[in-house]
């Protein structure tokens, strides 16, 4: 069904919502009920799960009350429908009330599929799928979003995003509503993506680098999976790691006794982090360093040379700088 449906398209109709993508389930949801509230302001909306329903209980949310006639009614987890209320259920969904939108949420999963085959066969059922969306397939909701908003992006800019925001969809709509607002009716690109977002998946990577340096392997390795599942490019990676190590050179090279301030304009980092390179440098050597940046060096080649396997090449890439810290 459309993404912003009329009250035509719902009032009277049942509005079947399936799949495990519940971000998407529940705007669906959303859209109805904006569509019934455009038609009237003072229709009154009703919920309940699946569990709880009876033949008695959906007439008395779906009746008119007397303050208005029109209704949204939401049923959820339809898969944990009674057996002894389908027939009833089944009987109201293929005539349903000219003034209730009816919408019905299923999770996706096998159960209550025999539900769904009956209802699928209903002309007053309109089915609205919410399958979950594959990493592949992140750039292309990112560019339906922003065209949804009457904007186009660049495929590289759809692809810088998601990596800087990563997968969850409802920061991916919010980002997209907040370029699109920002540059109405502009061309996306990915120096005007960077502008906004540009720095998070760089700090994701980061916080894998501060925590391989300072030896600590297990959380280092998760937050490197953790990065990686939410799409931060390796070679993001890899690049907070050589400008780790290069920070940590910069300090063992500095004067004794220099102020935090000048530091940090030396190492080319914020003042808050001069104490986390301070801290690092008192495990490392001149010689680890230098095995660290050949480590680091081999990993960015390997992944920009298309690594069979990226993420083992990062999860090797932080064992050994962890290692070679401890190694003093």
């Known amino acids: 069904m459309a993404r912003t449906p009329t009250a035509a398209q719902v009032l009277g109709h049942v509005v079947l919502v399936t799949g ?24 009154e909306l009703a919920e309940s799960t699946a569990a709880d329903l009876t033949l008695a209980s959906l007439g008395e949310m779906s009746a008119p009350s007397l303050f208005s006639s029109i209704r949204c009614v939401v049923v959820r987890a339809l898969e ?13 969904c ?7 939108a009816l919408v019905l949420v299923h999770s996706g999963g096998a159960k209550g599929s025999g539900v769904l085959t009956k209802l699928r066969k209903l002309p007053a059922v309109t089915e609205a799928k919410s399958e979950e969306v594959r990493a592949s397939e992140m750039p292309s909701f990112v560019t339906a979003e922003v065209a949804s908003h009457g904007s186009r992006i660049d495929s590289d800019a759809a692809a810088f995003l998601v ?21 109405p009716g502009e061309q996306l690109s990915v120096e005007k993506v960077q502008r906004y977002f540009g720095g998070r998946a760089e700090a994701k990577s980061f916080t894998v680098a501060d925590a391989a340096f300072s030896g600590k392997r297990a959380l280092a390795l998760e937050e490197l999976r953790w990065a990686l599942d939410t799409g931060t490019a390796g070679v993001l990676v890899t690049s907070a790691m050589a400008a780790s190590a290069r920070s940590l050179a910069r300090f063992l090279g500095s004067p004794r006794g220099a102020r935090d301030g000048d530091l940090a304009r030396e190492l080319g980092v914020p003042p808050w982090k001069v104490r986390t390179v301070r801290d690092q ?16 060096a081999k990993a960015d080649a390997d992944i ?12 090797r890439l932080v064992l050994t700088v962890a290692g070679l810290r401890d190694s003093r």
């Open 163 to 183: 990596q800087a925001v990563g997968s969850d969809l409802r920061s991916l709509a919010a980002a997209a509503d907040q370029l699109t607002n920002d540059y």
């Open 281 to 296: 440098s008192r495990a490392w050597t001149p010689e680890g360093i230098a095995a660290a940046v050949r480590a680091v």
């Open 94 to 100: 293929a005539a349903p009330a000219d003034d209730v």
């Open 20 to 43: 495990k993508e519940e971000y998407l389930s529940a705007r669906t949801v959303a859209s109805v009920r904006d569509a019934v509230r455009a038609h009237d302001a003072e229709a």
């Open 304 to 315: 920009k040379g298309q690594a069979h396997d990226a993420s083992y090449t990062l999860e």
């Open 80 to 92: 944990d429908l009674p057996d002894e209320s389908v027939d009833g259920f089944l009987a109201y």
